[in-house]
């Protein structure tokens, strides 16, 4: 790519035929690659394994190991495997396509050499390997980088909540004993502070339940256990809050899933209360939970008769801080559905959604092969 005579590649040409080798040698040197030889097979495979170049130009018909099974050889070793193999073959040689991709060959050259076919082969098979290696890089790094945020992210909700226990004791104090000497606009600044702790607590507490549904600091327990009792007791709290309208919730009863509790109980948590919340201002709201069998897998939903929202403004509705709907109106943090879709994903399972404005809205999620329909 560039016209330094720098090190353009490591290229190593494999031909029994010692004329073959002069030419490609000479026609490559003068281009600014790296160029080694060797007259056979066996001296391939052992020159590759203790340096391995960028690139193999290998003959097909040589005596003893022909190129068909150096490149099978190099295939099979973990260490040889990347390396792309450019066949060379002869006019009259009995050159078979097929075989040479079969055996991972990515490319061919006929002789007589053409210099620019041959260069643009080569560069072409290059070029992929360095974008290959510039990815892997980058996926490494962002790997590392995923990691760190994680357990930032663990460490400060972690933090921030001791902190936000110290200020939650003192205003309880305020509020208990002195408010016998506060000014009435005192005590307003005490409910108003009182209430701008509860929502931090509430983006810290989800906060924190989203690295903790990835972090390694939590190993899962798999377990196979009754989804509807965990969705009954979860339903039951929002009964017990003070609540102005009746509100229908079907749930089917016993059905069984494999998983880590404590982390499906998360996600469940989330979902039911989405369906709750946005489902507060129907006159007859009704919330559901069941099972349903789709090509042969078992499928579960959490079903709502609410407000719903428009798919497609909800690209992202599954990344972080990501709310659909004002807080003035529906309050929260739009933590839940990424910490659901995180706790999903761990059990390899899949979650999607049917939305309708006006009409409501439907979850769907799946716990991957894990998964068990009825208890041991
Ligand atoms: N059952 C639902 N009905 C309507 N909208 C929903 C429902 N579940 C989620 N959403 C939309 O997705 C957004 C993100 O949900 P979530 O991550 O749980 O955040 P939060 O509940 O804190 O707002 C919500 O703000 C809302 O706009
Ligand atoms: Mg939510």
New binding site residues.
């Given amino acids: 790519m560039d016209n330094t005579n720098e090190n353009r590649g490591d290229i190593l040409i494999v031909d029994d035929i010692l004329e073959n080798l002069q030419l490609l040698f000479t026609m490559l040197t003068e281009q600014g690659y790296e160029v080694r030889r060797v007259l056979s097979g066996k001296q391939a495979l052992n020159v590759v394994r203790v340096e391995p170049p960028d690139l193999i130009l290998l003959d097909i018909k040589m005596p003893e190991l022909d190129g068909y099974q150096v490149c099978k050889r190099l295939k099979a070793d973990p260490i040889t495997q990347n390396i792309p193999v450019i066949f060379l073959s002869a006019l009259n040689d009995t050159f078979d396509k097929v075989k040479a991709f079969e055996v991972g060959g990515v490319d061919y050259i006929s002789k007589p050499f053409q210099l620019q076919e041959v260069i643009v082969r080569i560069e072409n098979q290059l070029n992929l390997l360095r974008m290959q290696q510039k990815l892997e890089k980058k996926n490494a790094e962002l790997e590392l980088l995923n990691q760190e945020l994680e357990a930032f992210s663990y460490t400060v909700s972690h933090d921030l909540r001791t902190h936000l226990t110290v200020v939650n004791n003192i205003i309880y104090l305020l509020n208990q004993k002195y408010s016998q000497e506060l000014s009435d606009t005192v005590q307003n600044y005490i409910n108003f502070l009182e209430e701008e702790s509860d929502r931090l607590g509430e983006i810290i507490e989800?906060l924190w339940r989203l690295s903790e549904s990835k972090s390694k600091y939590l190993d899962m327990v798999l377990d196979s256990f009754n989804l509807s009792e965990v969705v009954r007791k979860i339903v039951n709290r929002f009964n017990i809050e003070s609540e102005v309208k009746p509100k229908e919730f079907i749930i089917e009863p016993d059905v069984y899933v494999m998983g880590d509790q404590g982390l499906i109980k998360i996600a469940l948590e989330?979902?039911l209360?989405?369906?709750h919340?946005?489902?507060a201002k129907r006159e007859q709201a009704r919330v559901e939970f069941g099972q349903l069998q789709q090509d042969d897998q078992n499928v579960y939903f959490?079903k709502?008769n609410?407000?719903?929202?428009d798919s497609k403004k909800?690209e992202n509705?599954?990344t972080?801080f990501?709310?659909?709907?004002q807080e003035q109106e529906?309050?929260?943090?739009?933590?839940?559905?990424?910490?659901?879709k995180r706790i999903i994903e761990r059990h390899n399972g899949k979650i999607w959604y049917e939305?309708e404005i006006n009409q409501?809205?439907t979850?769907y999620f799946t716990f991957g092969e894990s998964d068990c329909h009825t208890p041991f």
Avoid at 322 to 325: A, G, P, T, V
């Fill in positions: 989800d989330n979902l209360d989405n369906a919340k946005f489902t959490v709502d609410g407000v719903g929202f909800a509705l599954f972080p990501f709310r659909l709907h529906f309050s929260g943090t739009g933590i839940g559905l990424a910490t659901v939305t409501g809205t979850f």
